[in-house]
């Protein structure tokens, strides 16, 4: 008889997809009422995260630009339709934590386009930039909580997949 995965309670992703809204949403408010726009960055952990305002009005890299209520609408749907998943289909512990992440994301972001027409986004890496510029001379994308989760967790979910499936072991009756 295979060991079935251990799973969270059936409450868990909407909680852990509550307080990662909540996050996304309190450093957006923090940052508009602490950065201005235009500004110069200021460094949290020199070389590594500075802290700088802006504003997109579409997706990663700005791509589709000037969409952000389309976009938002798009992505309240996939949030709320990843957390409705999860809660209907309870999944393993993984699973249940990446696609919240993704989830969380997904929605933080979908608020900020559909309350302010435009996603808010504060975090910088000049490290992830020296990266990017020295690959294609661009700067990396500034960022916030929301992206993060929608990003890492992809990454979490895309080498899931590529990693070698554990068998399951057979419950073995004790003598």
């Not at 749907?77 to 699973?95: A, D, E, N, S, T």
């Not at 972001?109 to 001379?137: F, K, W, Y």
Request: aromatic share 8%; glycine share 8%.
């Amino acid at each position: 008889m295979p060991i079935a995965p251990r799973r969270f309670p059936v409450w868990f992703p909407a909680v852990l997809v509550l307080v990662l809204i909540a996050l996304d949403q309190w450093l957006k408010a923090w940052a508009l009422a602490h950065l201005q726009l235009n500004a110069p960055a200021i460094p949290v952990i020199p070389g590594v995260l500075d802290w700088e305002l802006t504003f997109n009005t579409g997706a990663a890299w700005s791509m589709f630009s000037g969409s952000a209520v389309p976009l938002a609408l798009g992505r309240i749907l996939v949030g709320l339709g990843i957390l409705g998943y999860l809660l209907w289909k309870p999944q393993g512990r993984f699973l249940t934590v990446v696609l919240s992440m993704i989830a969380a994301g997904a929605i933080g972001n979908s608020i900020d386009g559909l309350q302010r027409g435009q996603v808010t986004d504060m975090i910088h890496s000049p490290l992830l930039s020296a990266v990017t510029e020295a690959i294609n001379g661009t700067r990396f994308p500034i960022f916030n909580i929301a992206d993060m989760c929608v990003v890492g967790g992809t990454i979490l979910l895309l080498v899931a997949s590529l990693l070698p499936e554990r068998k399951r072991e057979k419950a073995v009756p004790e003598a």
